[in-house]
């Protein structure tokens, strides 16, 4: 059994790999083929139809020429939404003083 611990840090992507008894196991063995992807010039509101719809948590963001831009969540939609309902504790402002 493998463990694998996704942990986005500020602009990179950390991996955490706890007790591989399979060490052999390669990404291809795991990886999903059909991903499913959003654009930058997408609306908050269409990627979290997109979320919804697929059932997933993650959404790759692709640029103009298809190349990778980064990733949206469903908690980074959560949070915006909140944000922009002020049922967030804190401001926007004080919100992206932390972040």
């Known amino acids: 059994m493998c463990l694998v611990f996704l942990a986005p840090q500020r602009y990179a992507i950390t991996w ?9 196991m390669q ?5 999903h083929e059909n991903v499913v992807t959003c654009e930058l010039e997408d609306t908050r509101d269409s990627a979290a139809t997109v979320i919804e719809s697929h059932k997933i948590h993650h959404l790759i963001v692709i640029g103009a020429h298809k190349e990778f831009k980064g990733v949206i969540s469903s908690m980074d939609v959560a949070r915006e939404v909140m944000l922009d309902a ?14």
């Open 16 to 24: 955490e790999v706890h007790h591989c008894s399979n060490s052999g």
């Open 27 to 31: 990404v291809e063995d795991v990886m």
């Open 86 to 99: 002020k049922a967030w504790p804190y401001s926007r402002e004080a919100f992206s003083a932390y972040n």
